[in-house]
């Protein structure tokens, strides 16, 4: 997957992850910005799902009057 619209360069995440005493590469970085993207991209997809299978309760008693 490619994704256009990054906002965080494989230069600036080598150098978060260095940061945390995390060494990896560009082609590492690469990879786990990719994953970061993809895991992004779907998180309101899960959000969506689970407020589909959730309605708003409602009652199906009928109000006194």
């Known amino acids: 997957m490619n994704f256009i619209e990054r906002k965080i ?4 995440a080598i150098s978060i992850l260095a940061k ?4 990896v590469d ?3 970085a690469d990879v786990i910005l990719e994953f970061l993207y993809l895991v992004a991209k779907n998180y309101n997809k899960i959000e969506d799902v689970q407020n589909a299978q959730n309605p708003k309760k409602k009652s199906n008693l009928l109000k006194s009057t």
Do not use: W
């Not at 360069?9 to 600036?12: A, L, Q, T, Y």
């Not at 945390?20 to 060494?23: D, R, S």
């Open 9 to 12: 360069s494989v230069k600036r």
């Open 20 to 23: 945390n005493g995390v060494a």
């Open 26 to 28: 560009d082609r590492e």
